[in-house]
DNA sequence: GTAAGTACGTACAAAAAGGTAAGTATGAAA
DNA sequence: TTTCATACTTACCTTTTTGTACGTACTTAC
């Protein structure tokens, strides 16, 4: 008779297919990666920003304070990549090239959102919490 | 005749203390540093581990599959400054230390779960955008 | 007797992220 | 004619983040 065998081993994929969703507790997952880049330091700001219309680079550029160009088209790919920003380029010159949010990226970025304004709206409390604003007198 | 002066220049405690609230667009602002905490790597998963009530130091290490127990406690602390994570510790032998969600935490991190879970959930959509997995054949 | 568990702190090293500056093609404005 | 604007890319360097490994003080289990 032969040893009694193991269940087979579950690929990622596989579980993935079996469950139909991602699951960020687990290291491989890839849905780790997608958190990554929504979640990067400029990923919340593009996100928020097309939020109000499709923008050019460069008007993103201004809008989000302090990121580099690098780091903005860095950014764009990522989100590109992730489905969650459309790109369309016209062949002219000077270049011109619109950036809009997929519907896809239209509902995460409405989660971003409601993050971001959350925080805003609750910096002063949170300053507070950390004891560096007293707040009103 | 004196030179027309130009508006006196706002600090931004002063715009703050205006407008009581945050603007994350804006590169000095502190909201950023809150936003960085929040979002990073392990500050999401923490966040999100916590809201199924209070965890001990090695049960959020083994429930948050990766990090490192530097990271970790890096993490808790930057939550608990920020005023998110309430930290209990028991001085006996071993060690016995608990950690929860302030009011405050509850709030920022079910604003973070609604994202993590949107991503968990649309996992299948975006790696189908990003052409990786065919969907349903 | 020895190993394991607990909640970290710390020093060192590797990896990742980010910034800066320069280059590109071309047309239009100064 | 020099400069500016556009949307990037690339090379190089700095900063930040993250990981690894070890130490601790004491108890319990083996």
Same mark, same amino acid.
């Given at each position: 008779m032969t040893t009694p065998?193991? #269940?087979? =081993?579950?690929? %990622?994929?596989? /579980?993935?297919?079996?469950?139909?969703?991602?699951? &960020?507790?687990?290291?491989?997952? #890839?849905? =780790?990666?997608? %958190?990554?880049? /929504?979640?990067?330091?400029?990923?919340v700001?593009? &996100?928020?920003a097309l939020r109000s219309g499709t923008?050019?680079?460069?008007?993103?550029?201004?809008?989000?304070?302090?990121?580099?160009?690098?780091?903005?088209?860095?950014?764009?790919?990522?989100?590109?990549?992730?489905?969650?920003?459309?790109r369309k380029s016209y062949p002219i010159v000077p270049p011109h090239v619109e950036y809009s949010l997929t519907p896809l990226g239209l509902e995460v970025s409405a989660?971003?959102?409601?993050?971001a304004d959350w925080i805003e709206y609750n910096l002063p409390q949170i300053l507070a919490a950390q004891g560096k604003i007293p707040i009103d007198p």
């Open positions: 065998e193991d #269940p087979p =081993r579950l690929r %990622l994929a596989e /579980v993935l297919a079996m469950e139909q969703k991602g699951n &960020l507790f687990a290291e491989q997952c #890839p849905s =780790r990666d997608v %958190l990554k880049h /929504v979640t990067s330091r400029w990923g700001l593009v &996100l928020v923008h050019r680079f460069s008007e993103l550029r201004r809008k989000v304070d302090g990121v580099s160009e690098r780091m903005l088209a860095q950014t764009l790919q990522w989100l590109e990549a992730d489905g969650f920003v459309a989660k971003v959102e409601a993050l």
